[in-house]
């Protein structure tokens, strides 16, 4: 009984994050549709920031944040909701938002989440400096202007910790 008591939350939590990727798909659509809409009206109240109309989520400093999607903002935001005591400490529980507000610009639009986003943080959350838990989604386009890997797959990970001795 042990094992299903463990087992249960963690089917419970994977259950609702596909539940909440399949909303932000259906939100897309439906804010894809709204906007037509008011172009067609001649009534454009949406800034168009991104044809991908999405912001692909990416880990910092053992944070996931994303970047702002409009052109001329450079923020980023954290885009997981974590208690804030516990930034940067690795194995800190985190949930995913599926919505990507800028406190700057305003601009707003969903998340992408890689679909091993929680291995991703466990790799990442071995390594002792926050400085070095940093993943990017495949090409990211300032990842790729740096010569910094993107689109690391868990293995990758894996056995960059291993390169330098992390377990």
């Known amino acids: 009984m042990g094992e299903l008591e463990l087992y249960a939350p963690q089917l419970v939590e994977r259950a609702r994050r596909e539940l909440a990727r399949q909303q932000a798909a259906e939100l897309v659509a439906v804010g894809q549709q ?3 809409e008011l172009i067609a009206q001649g009534r454009v109240s949406l800034t168009m920031v991104e044809p991908t109309n999405f912001v692909a989520a ?17 923020n980023a935001e ?22 990507f507000v800028c406190t700057v610009c305003g601009a707003r639009c969903p998340i992408q989440w890689p679909a ?22 495949a090409g990211a386009k300032l990842a790729v202007l740096t010569g910094t890997p993107t689109g690391q797959t868990v293995a990758d990970l894996l056995a960059e910790n291993a390169e330098h001795g992390v377990r």
Do not use: H, Y
């Not at 954290?78 to 919505?99: I, M, N, Q, T, Y």
């Not at 091993?116 to 989604?137: C, G, K, Y």
């Open 34 to 36: 709204a906007a037509l």
């Open 58 to 74: 990416r880990v910092q400093a053992g944070e996931w944040i994303a970047d702002c999607p409009a052109p001329d903002c450079q």
């Open 78 to 99: 954290f885009v997981s909701e974590k208690d804030p005591r516990r930034r940067g400490v690795a194995g800190s529980r985190w949930l995913p938002f599926l919505e």
């Open 116 to 137: 091993d986003a929680e291995e991703i943080i466990a790799v990442l959350d071995r390594r002792p400096n926050p400085m070095t838990r940093n993943w990017w989604p």
